[in-house]
Each structure stands twice: as structure tokens, then as C-alpha cells.
């Protein structure tokens, strides 16, 4: 059998560091835990259904310090997975595959994400101390 | 000379017996959850406040109601399509991979069930 130079999938370990593939394992990454977001939008809900005992309990759960910095995670997960999401459906259209478009809208995507997470935040913060 | 049958040529299904269905249903959920969970997000950061009764009364309007039991209904789908490949690509060994898929479609059907149906126990009075 003739030794022939196949397609290789990228070897993690000297793989060159880049935009491109630190976005896509963020995509994958925070997919994942807005999965496991799930469970508490579930939790709430259930505790909301339960009534008024059920549901102050639940939300002493969810304003703990642990629990707003899983909020925190979410809200950047949130963003972050629906603004690149929006770059892979332009992507399926066949759109935006040149290195600059690509590169613009990766930096969108991350900034986009830090940008309405941290305002996010700060309307909750705001409307709890005013 | 192609060795593909003619039926197996016009299902189009390919070797992973599915086709395209997985790709394009999450592609068609990904485009739905777009307004879903944008106005999910915005409607609750809208209200005055997040105690019981504000909560209640607004998710038992029947158009936050219908449309948060859309959303949690398709986010479930969504994630469930998503982290089904994350599962294929990570786990390895068939019998745990089956196991883990089993479990995750239980923990879905589990999880998105509890959700919907708080909400329409909130929207029809307990």
C-alpha cells in the first residue's frame, strides 16, 4: 500500500493560537453552559409555579455571591453565543469568509458580548441599590 | 458506475442515516431563539422589580406565558441538538457514548418538561 499524505485534523498540541479557532471553542464552550443554565431557568420557574414560599427561597438561592457570578458567566454566554451565532448563520448564507470581515466580526462578537454583559449588569446593580 | 441504490440516492440521507435534519434543525431554532430569548432577556430586566408577585403577573399575561413557553420549548431543542454533538465528539467507547446520549435526552426532556409546565401552571392558576 502506497503511503499517501492525508488530511490531518489540526494536532491541539502545535495548532498556531488563533482568532479564529479561540472563538469557535468559546462558541462551543458557552453553548454548553447555557445548557447547564437551563437547569436553573427550570429551577426558577418551578419555584415561581410553587408560590410565593418556594420562590423567595429560590431567589435567596440565585442572589447568593456564587450564584450572580453563574449569572454573570450566563449573561457573557448569553451574548456572546447569540452575536457569534448571528456570524455562523451569515457564514451558512455563504457571507463574510474573507480574513477581514471574519476578523471584524469575531471582534464584534467578543466586545459586542463584554459590552452588553457589563451593561447588563449594571441595570440590575442600578435598579437594586436605587 | 455508482454502487449507491436509486432509493438510496433520492433519500440523500448519507452514512449518518440522518442527512441534513440535525444540521438544519439547529440551524432554524438558532434563527428562532434569536427574538425568543432577546425578548425573554429585555421583558425581565424590564419589570420593576423581581419579587413573586411582579414575576407572577407578568408571566401570567397570556403572551409572555405563550411565549415563554416557546422559548424554553426551543432553547431545550436547541441545546439538546448542540451538546448531543459535543457528547459524540468528546465521549468515547459505544456503550458509554450510548449511555450519555440516553441520559442527556433524558435530562432534556426532564428539565424543558419542568419549565414549560411551571409556566402554565403559573398561566392557568394553580
Do not use: C
Request: charged share 10%.
Amino acid at each position: 500500500m502506497p503511503v499517501r499524505a492525508r488530511p490531518l485534523s489540526p494536532h491541539v498540541l502545535i495548532y498556531r493560537w488563533q482568532l479564529g479557532n479561540t472563538l469557535s471553542i468559546l462558541h462551543r464552550a458557552t453553548g454548553v453552559a447555557l445548557a447547564f443554565g437551563l437547569v436553573a431557568l427550570s429551577y426558577w420557574l418551578m419555584s415561581l409555579a410553587g408560590g410565593q414560599d418556594s420562590y423567595d427561597d429560590a431567589m435567596r438561592v440565585l442572589t447568593s455571591p456564587l450564584s450572580l457570578l453563574f449569572l454573570l458567566g450566563w449573561t457573557f454566554s448569553f451574548w456572546y453565543h447569540l452575536l457569534n451565532g448571528v456570524r455562523h448563520l451569515v457564514w451558512d448564507a455563504g457571507y463574510g469568509f474573507e480574513r477581514t470581515p471574519r476578523h471584524v466580526s469575531g471582534w464584534i462578537a467578543v466586545s459586542g458580548a463584554v459590552l452588553l454583559t457589563a451593561g447588563a449588569g449594571f441595570w440590575v446593580w442600578h435598579g437594586a441599590t436605587s | 458506475m455508482s454502487l449507491r441504490s436509486p432509493l438510496g440516492r433520492v433519500l440523500g440521507l448519507g452514512s449518518a442515516k440522518d442527512g441534513t435534519g440535525h444540521w438544519w434543525a439547529q440551524r432554524v431554532t438558532a434563527v428562532a431563539l434569536v427574538p425568543l430569548t432577546l425578548w425573554f432577556f429585555i421583558a425581565l430586566l424590564s419589570l420593576p422589580a423581581l419579587d413573586y408577585s411582579t414575576v407572577k403577573a407578568w408571566l401570567a399575561l397570556p403572551v409572555s406565558s405563550f411565549l415563554a413557553v416557546l422559548t424554553v420549548g426551543v432553547l431545550t431543542y436547541h441545546a439538546y441538538l448542540g451538546t448531543t454533538v459535543v457528547v459524540e465528539d468528546y465521549v468515547h467507547g459505544a456503550g458509554l457514548k450510548v449511555a450519555s446520549l440516553m441520559l442527556l435526552r433524558f435530562l432534556y426532556v426532564v428539565f424543558g418538561g419542568a419549565g414549560i409546565f411551571a409556566i402554565l401552571r403559573v398561566a392557568f392558576g394553580s
